[in-house]
């Protein structure tokens, strides 16, 4: 029996070499176009299952947490604020419309005005989560967010398989958010989100000038960003049992910086523990170390933001206690 030999043309074999390593190739390629909405489906699951579990253990499940926002921290590369307007716009909606449970404060008072414009630092530029968590404790706040622009700039990257590779362009915005607890005077969060903006070689040659982000996807990107991170921010905020402030002691009579909106109600009994206790950390920051229940009170008085209350039993309750949901 004899073979016939078959001569394949050099163009031939390379086409069938392409496609028998493209045909390798669609299981990689398949994964990577649903990798976004896997992301997102197992966001989801995780963010379900931890409101469940929080429902089930965590005591003060009622009451609702009252959020201040920063004014989001900008840089020089965004000159116009594009990215600091889009947060201070829509961050506060997001949570007031997707996060159950949490009260977005908007800076009615002097020191919560203040609090929100300028938070306080230290010598080294570091906010002062101590003095931040003094005046929060004051104004009834579970939570301080603070967000700042820490890059945006233009990149090139080299993207494709073996011989379709090619030069990608792309703006790349870093954003950082952090979540302070006056409870303790710290972070519940520090987290960075980024994402990249395709745009084409014109687009990256018009927007050579520093900060002039004048790019059609970059409010779909920042809205992308927003959802993530808004609910990493529920998620801290809510993992913490709810702590109300007492802001003034006379006697048997004490003062809470949290009211009825905050879900408060006459007749409602608290536990008081002591978190006057203060701690010395790194580069001149203070914490506060929750202590031990030492009393239990009583509400007798509501308005919106404050409550009234007399002491049932225990120890002496200091201003800069704090309660809980009692029996």
């Known amino acids: 029996m ?8 050099p163009m031939i074999y390379k086409s069938a070499v392409r496609l028998l ?3 390798l190739m669609l299981p990689w390629l398949w994964n990577c176009s649903l990798s976004s909405t896997v992301e997102k489906t197992s966001r989801t699951i995780k963010r379900t299952s931890k409101e469940i579990v929080r429902d089930v253990t965590l005591s003060g499940g009622n009451f609702k947490r009252q959020v201040a926002i ?8 965004d000159p116009e604020s594009t990215v600091k307007l889009f947060y201070d716009q829509n961050l506060p909606d997001y949570l007031g419309k997707n996060c159950k449970g949490v009260i977005v404060g908007q800076g009615g008072k002097s020191a919560a005005s203040q609090l929100l414009s300028e938070p306080p630092r230290l010598a080294t530029g570091q906010i002062d989560a101590y003095a931040l968590s003094i005046i929060g404790r004051q104004l009834g706040i579970n ?20 011989w379709n590779r090619e030069t990608i362009h792309l703006v790349r915005v870093v954003v950082r958010m952090e979540v302070y607890q006056p409870l303790t005077a710290t972070k519940v969060l520090d987290s960075i989100y980024r994402r990249d ?6 687009e990256y040659e018009q927007s050579s000038a520093p900060g002039r982000w004048k ?8 809205a992308e960003m927003l959802e993530e991170m808004g609910e990493d921010i529920c998620d801290a905020i ?23 909106a905050a ?8 536990n008081v523990f002591d978190s006057t206790q203060i701690i010395e950390g790194a580069d001149g920051q203070r914490f506060f170390m929750p202590g031990p229940n030492t009393a239990r009170i009583e509400v007798v008085a509501v308005t919106d933001d404050r409550s009234e209350a007399r002491q049932i039993d225990g120890e002496p309750i200091k201003s800069g206690d704090n309660v809980r949901a009692g029996d």
């Open 2 to 9: 004899k073979f016939q030999r078959v001569f394949i043309s």
């Open 21 to 23: 390593v493209l045909f």
């Open 70 to 77: 920063a004014a989001f921290e900008t840089i020089t590369e």
């Open 143 to 162: 939570a301080v967010i603070i967000g700042s622009l820490e890059n945006i700039r233009k990149v090139e990257e080299l993207r494709g398989i073996l």
């Open 197 to 202: 903006v395709p745009i084409d070689e014109m």
């Open 215 to 222: 790019l059609p996807l970059l409010d779909d990107a920042l």
């Open 238 to 260: 809510l993992d913490q049992p709810w702590n109300g402030f007492v802001t003034a002691v006379n006697g048997d009579k004490v003062t809470i910086s949290a009211g009825s």
């Open 263 to 270: 879900g408060l109600r006459v007749g409602m009994k608290l």
